[in-house]
Nanobody, 125 residues
């Protein structure tokens, strides 16, 4: 089993930055694709960004391209999401997820097997 714990969420003004971290335990996730998803009140969980097992391939939702950057440190079993130029519409609970199957980066939540508990990000205007 893999346990994922997110941290780094908080309250920030529009235009500001936050860095989310996801720490994995129980098993190394070095061979897993890792993704970030978010869910705003009353909305479905949506894909934000993902990185393949090696860190050499990344994929972003159109709404965050150029503002958010995903990265991973396999030696530390962690994944991060650097969030710049934040907008009020980025407000949501952000979840870290792991896909243990070696395949191209997936964007659907149901393709990810392991999930963290989420961290709240609130962006004020």
């Amino acid at each position: 089993q893999v346990q994922l714990v997110e941290s780094g969420g908080g309250l920030v003004q529009a235009g500001g930055s936050l860095r989310l971290s996801c720490a994995a335990s129980g098993r190394t996730v070095g061979n897993y694709a890792m993704g970030w998803f978010r869910q705003a009140p009353g909305k479905e969980r949506e894909f934000v960004a993902a990185v393949n097992w090696s860190g050499l391939s990344t994929y972003y939702a159109d709404s965050v391209k150029g503002r958010l950057t995903i990265s991973r440190d396999n030696a530390k079993n962690t994944v991060s999401l650097q969030m710049n130029s934040l907008k009020p519409e980025d407000t949501a609970v952000y979840y870290c997820a792991a896909d243990p199957i070696r395949r191209p980066i997936m964007r659907a939540p149901e393709d990810y097997e392991y999930w963290g508990q989420g961290t709240q990000v609130t962006v004020t205007s």
